[in-house]
Nanobody, 115 residues
Framework: QVQLVESGGGLVQPGGSLRLSCAASGNTVPITVMAWYRQAPEKERELVASIGRNRRTHFLDSVKGRFSISRDDAENTVYLQMDSLNSEDTAVYFC?????????WGQGTQVTVST
């Protein structure tokens, strides 16, 4: 069993920054891909960013140049640094990890960009 615990969400003003963290525990070896998804009200969940064990990354077009993703395999943790946030980034952000052939999800953390 694998547990994912996210942290770092909150309320931020437009143009601000937040850093999300997601720590995996349990039977986590190996974590092939670590990723962040988000879901805004009345919208489908979308992939924001992902990072493989080889550190290859993928980003949603709308966050390129503003968000970065990194992982610490020693700590089984993935980070999402979000800069230049705008109202369209408001959503619940979910951490996801691909371990062997299974995908595990965190409980989600709310990010609200507003004045």
């Amino acid at each position: 069993q694998v547990q994912l615990v996210e942290s770092g969400g909150g309320l931020v003003q437009p143009g601000g920054s937040l850093r999300l963290s997601c720590a995996a525990s349990g039977n986590t070896v190996p974590i092939t891909v670590m990723a962040w998804y988000r879901q805004a009200p009345e919208k489908e969940r979308e992939l924001v960013a992902s990072i493989g064990r080889n550190r290859r990354t993928h980003f949603l077009d709308s966050v390129k140049g503003r968000f970065s993703i990194s992982r610490d395999d020693a700590e089984n943790t993935v980070y999402l640094q979000m800069d230049s946030l705008n109202s369209e980034d408001t959503a619940v952000y979910f951490c996801a990890c691909l371990i062997l052939n299974d995908v595990y999800w965190g409980q989600g953390t709310q990010v609200t960009v507003s004045t």
